[in-house]
């Protein structure tokens, strides 16, 4: 485990970057945007954000790097959103920047605030915000910017959850995809979510998808958009805009 120290100093040396992975919709099979990854590179390997985002969770370092991943996008792709229609980039925000002037004064401190509505705000069930936080979201929310629970799970705390919140977008993690490769898989799964899009409203993106059957089923209970190795890995702004395009 890596200590609060060794990812501060990685953060000075200027060893994060950023990854895109492509969402595709299942309609028309088009990229419609993606969600910023960080990583860190070492010397002999590449250390995925689960090795130490959650040390991080609750200190002033993770706004910190919230705000250096806000940036970065906009570096790196804040052309490409102006230039485009219907595309977004989804962004990982934890709570403890939320409700108190965080997330504005980064967004207009990388004049982004023009693309608010090419911004999804990710946040976990987990990292469901306090008071502060729910209303800065729902502000967002009027601005035009998309709202996404993710990590979410078919059970009675996370319909809790999305009562409280307003958002537009539901993420299934990996997880539920990973499920319906096994040989005894509950396939009611998939009835109780086909019946969530239809009587909420949602636009559910499931991660994961690795498989043809997989984007099969899913789109078959109207699932609109997934993530997933079956239509790219994880990839470089230019390498991730070149994508996107050719999937326009």
Not at 85 to 100: A, C, H, K, T
Not at 164 to 191: C, G, Y
Request: hydrophobic share 45%; glycine share 8%; proline share 4%.
């Amino acid at each position: 485990m890596f200590s609060l120290d060794q990812i501060r100093a990685a953060y000075k040396a200027g060893e994060f970057f950023l990854e895109y992975l492509p969402t595709i919709s299942l309609v028309d099979n088009r990229c419609v945007g993606g969600e910023a990854l960080i990583r860190w590179r070492q010397p002999d390997r590449v250390v995925p954000p689960l090795e130490f985002i959650r040390q991080v969770e609750h200190t002033p370092l993770s706004g910190t790097l919230t705000y250096w991943v806000l940036e970065t996008v906009g570096k790196e792709l804040g052309a490409w959103l102006r230039n485009n229609d219907d595309v977004y980039i989804s962004i990982n925000v934890p709570p403890e920047i939320l409700g108190r002037g965080g997330l504005r004064y980064v967004v207009e401190k990388t004049n982004m605030r023009d693309l608010a509505g090419k911004l999804m705000i990710e946040i976990t069930e987990r990292g469901v915000p306090d008071a502060l936080g729910i209303a800065a979201l729902g502000e967002a929310y009027r601005a035009g910017a998309l709202i996404a629970l993710d990590d979410v799970n078919l059970n009675e705390a996370n319909l809790v959850v999305l009562s409280r919140i307003q958002t537009d977008v539901v993420k299934f993690d990996k997880s539920f995809a990973d499920r319906m490769l096994r040989p005894d898989w509950n396939h009611e799964e998939i009835d109780t979510l086909a019946t969530l899009i239809q009587n909420s409203g949602f636009r559910v993106i499931v991660e994961g998808v690795e498989t043809a059957a997989q984007a099969a089923i899913l789109k078959n209970a109207g699932v609109e958009l997934v993530q997933g190795f079956f239509f790219s890995e994880p990839l470089p702004a230019a390498d991730f805009i070149e994508y996107c395009s050719a999937r326009q």
